[in-house]
Protein backbone atom coordinates (compact mmCIF):
# COMPACT_ATOMS: atom_id res chain seq x y z
CA UNK A 1 0.00 0.00 0.00
CA UNK A 2 1.48 3.78 -0.76
CA UNK A 3 -0.12 6.58 0.55
CA UNK A 4 0.31 10.63 -0.23
CA UNK A 5 0.38 11.78 2.82
CA UNK A 6 3.02 13.83 2.24
CA UNK A 7 1.91 15.55 -0.63
CA UNK A 8 -1.10 16.77 0.91
CA UNK A 9 0.41 17.51 4.26
CA UNK A 10 2.69 19.73 2.89
CA UNK A 11 0.01 21.33 0.97
CA UNK A 12 -2.00 22.03 3.70
CA UNK A 13 1.27 23.83 5.69
CA UNK A 14 1.41 21.29 8.44
CA UNK A 15 4.84 19.61 10.06
CA UNK A 16 4.76 15.93 10.66
CA UNK A 17 4.39 16.82 14.53
CA UNK A 18 1.44 18.99 13.95
CA UNK A 19 -0.21 16.22 11.93
CA UNK A 20 1.04 13.34 14.60
CA UNK A 21 -0.79 15.50 17.31
CA UNK A 22 -4.19 16.03 15.41
CA UNK A 23 -4.27 12.31 15.08
CA UNK A 24 -3.02 11.09 18.16
CA UNK A 25 0.04 9.33 17.12
CA UNK A 26 3.44 10.02 17.39
CA UNK A 27 5.62 11.96 14.79
CA UNK A 28 7.83 8.53 14.39
CA UNK A 29 4.62 7.07 12.74
CA UNK A 30 4.24 9.38 10.49
CA UNK A 31 7.52 9.23 9.52
CA UNK A 32 7.06 5.90 8.90
CA UNK A 33 3.93 6.04 7.23
CA UNK A 34 4.96 8.91 4.92
CA UNK A 35 8.13 6.63 3.73
CA UNK A 36 5.29 2.94 3.14
CA UNK A 37 7.09 1.44 6.23
CA UNK A 38 4.18 1.48 8.35
CA UNK A 39 0.51 -0.07 6.71
CA UNK A 40 -2.28 1.93 9.69
CA UNK A 41 -5.17 1.01 11.31
CA UNK A 42 -8.12 2.13 8.94
CA UNK A 43 -9.23 4.19 12.44
CA UNK A 44 -5.58 5.97 11.97
CA UNK A 45 -6.57 6.22 8.13
CA UNK A 46 -10.29 7.67 8.37
CA UNK A 47 -8.35 10.01 10.82
CA UNK A 48 -5.94 11.07 8.71
CA UNK A 49 -7.95 11.24 5.78
CA UNK A 50 -9.99 13.76 7.69
CA UNK A 51 -7.32 15.47 9.10
CA UNK A 52 -5.73 16.10 6.00
CA UNK A 53 -9.31 17.11 4.10
CA UNK A 54 -8.97 14.24 1.55
CA UNK A 55 -10.86 10.70 0.84
CA UNK A 56 -9.41 7.62 1.88
CA UNK A 57 -9.26 6.27 -1.46
CA UNK A 58 -7.11 9.44 -2.50
CA UNK A 59 -4.69 9.38 0.47
CA UNK A 60 -4.05 5.24 -0.02
CA UNK A 61 -3.46 3.12 -2.75
CA UNK A 62 -3.10 -0.58 -2.72
CA UNK A 63 -0.39 -2.12 -4.64
CA UNK A 64 -1.32 -5.13 -7.14
CA UNK A 65 1.95 -6.21 -7.07
CA UNK A 66 3.22 -8.89 -4.84
Known amino acids: MTNRIKEFRV???MTQE???KKVNVRRETIV???KNKYNPSLRLAFDLAK???ISVEDLFS???EK
Open 11 to 13: KLG
Open 18 to 20: ELA
Open 32 to 34: FLE
Open 51 to 53: TLE
Open 62 to 64: FDD
